[in-house]
């Protein structure tokens, strides 16, 4: 954000919510809520979720319609919030879509589901310039979100690549570590 106004790729988020939420209506002919979620940081003057709700409904979004949730500094906590706004709302069995860039629909997803929100993600363009940066970043993201996993699935690998490696070098070798390993189990 700049100050009180929202980013060109912030804004870019935003009409693609307005799109969908003036197509369900004109579909229909029912009006969804939008939450537009993000907090405050250190250089902006209002949360993000203030402004981002100023420019919706200065972009065709009605203002009964567009809720703010002004508290949440990540997307785990952007899921957490609207959840809570969504079921305050006390929507028999609510449609959820989120919104947000389309490098990072994925993980935004994962974090929905951590928190029990069934919802379905729109990505909105974002420039090519942006893109390997961002898809970097978020690559580094999921994989940290799951580190054990893929350090098993790491060691795994190198011990596979190291089997195959002795199975080139030494036929025989194999052989004798599995009688070894057959032992080792025999005196368990």
Same mark, same amino acid.
Do not use: C, W
């Given at each position: #954000? ?5 980013t ?5 988020r ?10 369900q209506l004109?579909?229909k002919n029912?009006? +969804?809520k939008?939450?537009l979620s993000?907090?405050?940081?250190g ?5 993000e ?6 420019y919706? &409904? ?5 203002p009964n319609?567009?809720?703010a949730? +002004?508290?949440s500094k990540?997307t785990?906590?952007? #899921?957490? %919030?609207s959840?809570?706004?969504i079921d305050?709302l ?10 947000t860039? *389309?490098?990072?629909?994925f993980r935004? +997803?994962?974090f929905a589901?951590?928190?029990?929100l069934?919802a379905s993600g729109?990505g ?8 390997? *940066?961002? &898809?970097?970043?978020? %690559?580094?993201?999921v994989v *940290?979100?799951q580190?054990?996993v ?5 060691i795994?690998?190198?011990l596979? +690549?190291l ?12 052989g004798?570590m ?10 368990l």
């Open positions: #954000m700049n100050g009180d106004q929202v060109p790729l912030l804004s870019q935003i009409d693609r919510g307005i799109k969908f939420y003036q197509k004109k579909k029912k009006r +969804a939008m939450i993000g907090g405050q940081g250089d902006e003057t209002v949360p979720g203030e402004a981002m709700r100023k919706a &409904v200065a972009h065709g979004a009605n319609d567009a809720i949730e +002004a508290e990540t785990l906590q952007n #899921m957490q %919030y959840k809570r706004i305050s006390k929507i028999d069995k609510p449609k959820t879509i989120f919104v860039n *389309n490098y990072h629909t935004a +997803a994962m589901k951590t928190v029990g069934k729109l909105s363009r974002t420039a090519r310039f942006f893109l390997p *940066n961002a &898809v970097m970043r978020e %690559y580094i993201a *940290n979100r580190r054990k893929h350090l098993v699935m790491i795994g690998l190198f596979l +690549a089997l195959f490696s002795l199975l080139e070098a030494e036929p025989g070798s194999v004798h599995l009688q070894v390993f057959q032992q080792f189990i025999d005196h």
